[in-house]
């Protein structure tokens, strides 16, 4: 039962640690150990402290992105230009998409984890 309730629990803890919470908050609404969390969903450990790091560098990435992806067409030539434009592409999209989740107005159109989950 105990493992059953674990595995239902690590969608929502895992939206948790990427909306924000670090294990100590899983901890305080758990009643359980920060490191029986860690034990139990070791894929979430890195997420906490790469969010807050790339919480502190939005304007960096999307500057460096949007350059990236405005000059690749420039930076690539002969082989491998196709697998380098594929990732463009998907650089691209991921920018659009950022634009969008960040708009002033998408909190009121979606569910604050909907981007994380779709990831």
Do not use: C
């Not at 690590?10 to 909306?19: F, N, S």
């Not at 758990?30 to 450990?45: H, I, N, V």
């Not at 463009?88 to 989740?101: F, H, I, Q, T």
């Amino acid at each position: 039962m105990s493992e059953a309730a674990w595995r239902h629990t690590a969608a929502p803890a895992g939206e948790t640690v990427w909306l924000g919470a670090s294990f100590a908050d899983l901890n305080a609404v758990t009643g359980r150990s920060r490191q029986t969390a860690r034990k139990r969903w070791p894929e979430l450990g890195g997420v906490y402290p790469r969010r807050k790091w790339l919480g502190n560098h939005v304007e960096d990435i999307a500057y460096l992105a949007g350059l990236l992806a405005s000059r690749a067409d420039d930076l690539v030539s002969g082989r491998g230009h196709g697998s380098f434009m594929k990732l463009v592409r998907k650089l691209r999209e991921g920018l659009r998409n950022s634009e969008a989740d960040f708009a002033p107005d998408a909190q009121d159109r979606t569910d604050p984890a909907a981007r994380w989950r779709a990831r």
